[in-house]
């Protein structure tokens, strides 16, 4: 089975921190996303990666970087954490390129606490 | 735009009782694909169920199933003789393009013993 594996469960970090969250698939997959979770809101797509040091912005990428330096490892940064950052980062990952059709595997969530 | 609508924030079904999802979506893409995904309180989302917008046939996995009506941009999931493990946050979800998946904003289950 595919493990997709993020680095911390719960994380409290205080405003103007920078903030990394990790993230590690072990299945040679091609594409990695970070997605926010907030009650009434859905899945909210922050950054996407089809490749090695390749990104796309999603819907809400403002406030965030990312980083793919290795295809197994997707790293998501708070530039300067924010208080309505506050929020549940989930981590995924899918095989194919460019493919809808594919199922994603997710990470247990990073439930992040901006204080 | 694409759009994702899930209007029940919550349902509660008997254990062993027969519960149905509500999912509808917005779209002018004639071939996508729809999923169903769970999110148990262990937080790990899973896939329950998918399905091709160009097959006309409804999926089925199990105790799960789906009603997938096309024209009317319905794609409901009903779970046969709920369990108590089938108590989680459902969230439909609907991809098409490239990378993009947009996701529902969730039904938490609730299942009665």
């Known amino acids: 089975d595919v493990k997709v594996t993020q680095s911390s469960r719960y994380l409290v970090k205080r405003t103007g921190e920078k903030v990394f969250l990790e993230c590690v698939q072990d299945m040679d997959h091609e594409n990695m996303f970070w997605y926010r979770q907030d009650p009434g809101l859905g899945l909210r797509l922050i950054y996407f990666s089809y490749d090695v040091k390749m990104k796309e912005k999603g819907d809400i990428p403002e406030g965030y970087s990312v980083s793919r330096e290795k295809k197994e490892r997707f790293s998501l940064i708070l530039e300067s954490a924010s208080t309505n950052q506050t929020s549940m980062y989930l981590c995924?990952?899918?095989?194919?390129?460019?493919?809808?059709?594919?199922?994603?595997?997710f990470g247990s969530g990073t439930q992040l606490s901006v204080l | 735009a694409q759009t994702v609508t899930q209007s029940q924030p919550e349902m509660s079904v008997q254990e062993a009782e027969t519960v149905t999802l509500s999912c509808t979506y917005d779209?002018?893409?004639?071939?996508?694909?729809l999923f169903w995904y769970k999110q148990p309180p262990s937080r790990q989302m899973i896939l329950v169920i998918r399905?091709?917008?160009?097959?006309?046939q409804n999926a089925t996995e199990n105790r799960f199933s789906v009603n997938f009506q096309k024209a009317a941009k319905s794609f409901s999931l009903k779970i046969s003789d709920s369990q108590l493990g089938d108590a989680a946050m459902y969230f439909c979800a609907y991809g098409t393009g490239t990378y993009k998946y947009i996701f529902g904003t969730g039904t938490r289950l609730k299942v009665l013993a």
């Open positions: 399905q091709e917008a160009y097959k006309q």
């Open positions: 779209t002018s893409e004639s071939d996508y694909y």
């Open positions: 995924a990952s899918s095989q194919d390129n460019w493919a809808t059709s594919e199922k994603l595997f």
